[in-house]
């Protein structure tokens, strides 16, 4: 079936650097999530892309889905310490199921 | 607008028992998905619920089975539970409106432990 890897596993950074996660697939994908899960708690869902090449921005926060739908990133611009968590990408594999990453865990040092 | 709930939020088993979780979709919602969550993982989709049936299933055995209520409430059981069952289980409700998947929100999870 239909995976996504995503990359790095772990992600750790100094407040005020920037962070990114990628998300990676060998099919073409309909769609890609974002979702952010803080430690304990869930996840949260972030964004839905759905077209080639599409840049979505949320404040600090930059997504995009590459022009071939295969790939995925999240970029966050000089982080802060609430941005602290696990970010996971996600796919449709039909219309019912989706497939998440393993998620990338981002700490931040004050 | 009531969020998604699940009960209970942690629970404890022996291998051999079984389990039923609870989940209470958010107001409007008509679809139900569970999801199985591993440490250190992503979610792993179980199966889908809408209109009470069964509408897409994962990799997981028979003995995971659900229901889904006229009011969109859902439950998952779990049978002969075994070790590798412990991990945080994941309901998500949406509103089903064709197409893609839509999005999803997720409750609290129960933390399900099997000794």
Known sequence: GQQVMQIPQYQHVQEGEDFTTYCNSSTTLSNIQWYKQRPGGHPVFLIQLVKSGEVKKQKRLTFQFGEAKKNSSLHITATQTTDVGTYFCAANQGAQKLVFGQGTRLTINP | ?115
Do not use: M
């Not at chain 2, 209970?8 to 079984?18: E, V």
């Not at chain 2, 979610?43 to 990799?59: D, L």
């Not at chain 2, 998952?76 to 539970?81: D, F, I, K, R, T």
């Not at chain 2, 289980?89 to 509103?95: D, E, G, P, Q, T």
């Open chain 2, 1 to 115: 607008e009531t969020g998604v709930t699940q009960s209970p939020t942690h629970l404890i088993k022996t291998r051999g028992q079984q389990v039923t979780l609870r989940c209470s979709s958010q107001s409007g919602h008509n679809t139900v998905s569970w999801y199985q969550q591993a440490l250190g993982q992503g979610p792993q989709f179980i199966f889908q619920y809408y209109r009470e049936e069964e509408n897409g299933r994962g990799n997981f055995p028979p003995r995971f089975s659900g229901l889904q209520f006229p009011n969109y409430s859902s439950e998952l059981n779990v049978n002969a539970l075994e070790l590798d069952d412990s991990a945080l289980y994941l309901c998500a409700s949406s509103l089903r409106s064709g197409g893609y998947t839509d999005t999803q929100y997720f409750g609290p999870g129960t933390r399900l432990t099997v000794l």
